[in-house]
């Protein structure tokens, strides 16, 4: 199966009618690449949004299931290049009938207790001790104050603001070091990948 | 959302810290579902920050030899280094303070208090007559053992209305000590006292030397003894 060029996840392929057409027929091939390809979006999304792990299982099964379903109902899509949008339309439908769900059924509750997530670990336990790896390599890089700032920014989900009034920093500040820090994981994963094809 | 406008405005980076209004969110998770871009980006910054969160979780110590784990990591100081810490200073100097008045309370005094009550006690007095240099054998004083103190007398010839300097010499010609001695009264008959304490001279050979003091220095006397303890 094809990797993108940061090694991480399924690579993206043009959404063209000859794509959505397979899709609709049910090639194997193109299904697997379309649920593993959009469920990692979906995942993210809905992890974003604070949904549980079931939760998020569920929501993505639905959403597949239901463009599969009118896709294969109206023979295609108008524009197929706007897969994704449509995709993600048809996500932002299930989600409000899962609130309504969480509303009728208080029961259901979203503030549970969270089991781990490991859907973000979609390449398997090498490839989750390789990223390790590199987010240890960038956070021992990272002066101690950054580093702090980052852990409790993403360990304790501390209160953003209160986080920067602690640490004497601005919101700015944050999302500049998140950006170097990302730009720094894809420079480490392509040079672990170059490392990988170099190898005899 | 257009993807320039999404990276002028990090959109990713406020996506995945959670800096994004409803709106804006709508935008930036519909623009993600179609800019390959930003798709590519968000992943990655997903794996990025889960993979943060669990090696922020993971035990301090461990895995020697990775940079990163080696400045995280707290080591526990030896319990000896707690004591450094500022706040242990005054408790410390207390703690000395307390073992130092302790000691003197329970060992110094008393022991001095002893001492003094020996030395200020009601005791014999060894004296011992001192005569002036003389070819004949050199005189042996023989001080009792338990003697604090003993008592050289000796006259002088020369009547001094200052005083008298009497420097000790031991056997070498080194001065041990001096003392001044005031003229003595008509009572004494020109006889001199010198009360010795016994720490100040040990068992040897001695010379007293006797001297007018200034205005104008002149020996009068010389007095050559032996001291011994028994």
Not at chain 1, 15 to 32: I, K, N, W
Not at chain 2, 86 to 101: I, K, Q, Y
Request: aromatic letters at 8%.
């Amino acid at each position: 199966m094809p990797r993108s060029t940061s090694g991480f996840t399924m690579e993206r392929q043009d959404f063209d009618a000859q794509y959505v057409s397979r899709l609709t027929e049910g090639d194997p091939s193109v299904e697997h690449h379309f649920t593993v390809y959009f469920g990692e979006f979906l995942n993210i999304k809905l992890r974003r949004r604070g949904w549980n792990s079931h939760e998020v299982e569920d929501i993505r099964q639905e959403t597949f299931l239901r463009v599969l379903q009118v896709l294969r109902q109206k023979q295609g899509l108008e524009h197929p290049e706007r897969l994704g949008a449509f995709v993600n339309s048809v996500c932002n439908n299930i989600i409000l009938e899962f609130y309504k769900t969480r509303a009728r059924h208080p029961a259901f509750d979203p503030d549970g207790i969270e089991p781990i997530d490991h859907t973000i670990d979609m390449d398997g336990s090498v490839l989750a001790e390789e990223n390790k790896k590199m987010v240890r390599v960038i956070l021992g890089e990272l002066p101690e104050a950054d580093r702090k700032l980052l852990k409790m920014v993403f360990l304790e989900e501390a209160d953003r603001d209160e986080v920067c009034r602690i640490m004497k920093v601005d919101r700015g500040y944050l999302r500049v070091l998140l950006h170097r820090a990302l730009l720094r994981f894809k420079d480490l994963a392509n040079r672990g990948k170059q490392a990988a094809f170099a190898r005899p | 959302m257009e993807h320039i406008e999404a990276n002028q405005t990090l959109a990713v980076e406020r996506y995945l810290l959670g800096d994004m209004a409803a709106a804006e969110l709508e935008q930036f998770e519909e623009h993600l579902f179609l800019c390959p871009e930003c798709a590519e980006s968000i992943k990655t910054g997903a794996v990025f920050v889960e993979n943060a969160r669990a090696v922020c979780k993971e035990p301090a110590a461990e895995a020697e030899g990775e940079p990163s784990r080696r400045i995280i990591k707290w080591k526990q100081p030896p319990w000896w280094k707690r004591f450094r810490t500022p706040s242990f200073a005054p408790a410390l100097a207390a703690l000395a303070l307390l073992c130092v008045a302790g000691y003197q309370q329970l060992v110094v005094i008393p022991g001095l208090r002893t001492q003094l009550a020996e030395v200020t006690a009601p005791q014999p007095l060894p004296s011992f007559a001192l005569h002036a240099a003389s070819r004949g054998a050199q005189p042996s004083i023989v001080v009792p053992a338990d003697a604090h103190f003993f008592d050289l007398y000796f006259d002088v010839a020369v009547e001094n209305p200052s005083g008298y300097s009497c420097a000790i010499l031991d056997g070498l010609g080194s001065v041990r000590f001096t003392e001044h001695l005031s003229l003595p009264g008509p009572e004494a008959g020109g006889t001199l006292n010198l009360l010795i304490g016994r720490s100040r001279l040990r068992a040897g050979e001695y010379t007293l030397v006797v001297s007018t003091e200034a205005p104008r220095v002149l020996e009068i006397g010389r007095y050559p003894f032996k001291v011994e303890y028994r």
